[in-house]
């Protein structure tokens, strides 16, 4: 019999990547209700998971260290906690059935067939979709670990390949730079192997969160499996392409098999809004976009947001919208009204109703920062730049020079598409662009850096949480008018 000193109830949604301390099992995700305690040897029930995809190979470095729950009861299903089961944590879901059929070819690894009927019996699937294309998250080193690089070494050693297109997340540094920026050579190593991994599996190194902008683009209605959460609320949000939130391991597995279980996201009726917010503020840079997400996911952090009052919203400031949502909840589908595609949706019996203004939004702005010191690092790029906010950037940049080390962020392939003489002149004004990377997944910390400024709540939050250093956060207007000086 379990006693009942050995159940942890958790009362909110817990984030297995930056919540959980690895080593110990205590929670230490701030304002948690539960903060302090331990899911180390116990029966851990709770709502569902939060924030990052690479949530899964945080239950990997736990049953690494010995501090993993002895079985996790779910509220609803979630494939980032569910992937627990591929390293011996037994997970439930309450209410859950017998899993349907799945026949696959001989050459998906059987584990991968085993995991992907658990977790259609646990979430109550009706069956499975072919997949057109995946994303795979938890690619730096500084997420995953050696638990993460065993796990992706011992596939390849195996011979495990992918059958789809797929894509994968940012590394922890520039590959082509990573000396440049400061990375230790220790760390270098290891995630050289990480990306050496995924390719022999056939993942391409697009090392990228905005797998759109660079060729993974699914079509309106096309089932596909992604990780990375703020990719995943764009491809459903503004794409009208179908996913649900998928655990960086879970991303793999299907990756290999093809196909994923089909519920949640997969199906039209769970897409209907269940939250109304109507938005009493004009919204005037990304940053605002992406603390809206981060209220909305904080207050209901498994919603379907129907967003009206926005006038416009850019791609840019979706893709920080959806990122926002993701990173302080679950969110991976939003609407707004006259804008996505889907907008046009009935909304769910009962759907809640909000109303958010400039004040809430001045909140949460201040509860992420967390100092009034100067920077020693400012950043660019969560989710990575667009080459429309490269050019923006550029252009305030003219006849400015940074006065702090000034770095952004994007893909690869976007910086293969710009200027030489605009990259030059960013370089010369003192801005660097890294490829591959990102100001999260580095180790900022380990390269010396203690405070980071940021325009983008997402960033605001793991910098913190995940990276242990002081923020600031304002938008990229204010951030080049306080940290550059003329040039001259
Ligand atoms: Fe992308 Fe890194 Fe932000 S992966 S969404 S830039 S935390």
Known sequence: MTEKKDILRLTAPLSW????????????????????QSVA???????????????????????????????????RPDSVTISAELVGIPVRVLGSAEA????????????????????????GAEGYVRVRSVHISGVSYTTIGEAGLEFLEGLAERGVKVRVLSTSNPAGMD?????????????????????????????????????????????????????????????????????????????????????T??????????????????????????????????LVGELYPHAVPLLKGVRNASIDEMKALGAGGAASGSIE?????????????EPADGAARL?????????????????????????????????????HTWSLLRGRRASVPFWLFTARTTLSQLPRDLVRELESAGVKLYADTCMVVAPLREMGFSVVATNSAKAAK???????????????????????????
């Open 355 to 391: 109303s958010i203004g400039k004040e809430d939004l001045r909140e949460v702005e201040d509860r992420l920062n967390t100092t009034g010191s100067s920077p020693d690092l400012v950043t660019l790029g969560c989710p990575h730049l667009s080459l429309s906010e490269i050019w």
């Open 100 to 123: 349907p059929e799945l026949e696959v070819d001989a050459e998906v690894p059987e584990e991968f067939v085993r995991f992907l009927q658990r977790e259609a019996s646990l979430a």
């Open 333 to 345: 589908l939003f609407h707004i009204e006259g804008i996505t595609p889907e907008h046009h949706l």
């Open 17 to 36: 990547l930056d919540g959980v301390d690895p080593e110990t099992g205590v929670v230490t995700q701030p304002g948690h209700p539960q903060f302090g």
């Open 175 to 259: 590959l082509s730079r990573w000396r440049d920026m400061g990375v230790p050579e220790s760390f270098a190593e290891k995630q050289i192997r990480i990306v050496n991994a995924l390719k022999r599996m056939g993942v391409l190194p697009t090392l990228t969160c905005t797998p759109y902008l660079v060729g993974n683009h699914p079509a309106p209605g096309e089932h596909v499996c992604w990780g990375e959460s703020s990719a995943v609320a764009f491809a459903n949000s503004v794409l009208g392409a179908r996913t649900n939130r998928e655990g960086s391991v879970k991303a793999i597995v299907a990756a290999v098999a093809g196909l």
């Open 41 to 75: 040897g116990r029966v851990v029930r709770m709502p569902h998971s939060v924030g990052s995809t690479v949530g899964a190979y945080g239950l990997f470095k736990l049953a690494r260290h010995g501090t993993a729950p002895r079985e996790i009861i779910l509220e």
């Open 462 to 488: 793991y910098l913190r949480t995940l990276g242990k250093l002081e923020v600031i956060l304002m938008p990229v207007e204010e951030l080049v008018e306080k940290f550059t000086v003329p040039a001259g």
């Open 261 to 294: 279980p089909a519920y949640g996201m997969h199906s039209e009726e769970n897409r209907r809004p269940t939250v109304l917010v109507d938005v009493d503020k004009e919204l005037e840079d990304t940053t605002e976009f992406s603390l809206l997400g981060y």
